[in-house]
Nanobody
Framework: VQLQASGGGLVQAGGSLRLSCTASGSFFSIKRMGWYRQASGKQRELVATMDSADNTNYGDADSVKGRFTISRDNGQNTVYLQMNSLKPEDTGVYYC??????????????WGPGTLVTVSS
């Protein structure tokens, strides 16, 4: 199983980016899929996740409220993060994570390699 993310880059403050992450390989299903970020010198934090029933969890809701939206295409095993009105403090490496029900080993947490988002002021 692999997670492959894309969509990061350099954007000016106030701009938008859309991240996507696709799970590939052999597995039964994906329970929860989402995004975490890690700014330089800080711990990784939850940005947003969505489960198979489309329930969402925005970790630090105040910091992303009204600006970030997570969505999911279960048929494509893909999760998206639409980021609008970006701020310099949104800068960091964004990691895709997923709880995947594997064929032989139960549910395992998988991580993608991360995609860098840089917001300039």
């Amino acid at each position: 199983v692999q997670l492959q993310a894309s969509g990061g880059g350099l954007v000016q403050a106030g701009g938008s980016l859309r991240l996507s992450c696709t799970a590939s390989g052999s597995f039964f299903s994906i329970k929860r899929m989402g995004w975490y970020r890690q700014a330089s010198g800080k711990q990784r934090e939850l940005v947003a996740t969505m489960d198979s029933a489309d329930n969402t969890n925005y970790g630090d809701a105040d910091s992303v409220k009204g600006r970030f939206t997570i969505s999911r295409d279960n048929g494509q095993n893909t999760v998206y993060l639409q980021m609008n009105s970006l701020k310099p403090e949104d800068t960091g490496v964004y990691y895709c994570g997923a709880d995947i029900v594997t064929i032989v080993a139960g549910t395992i947490d998988y991580w993608g390699p991360g995609t860098l988002v840089t917001v300039s002021s």
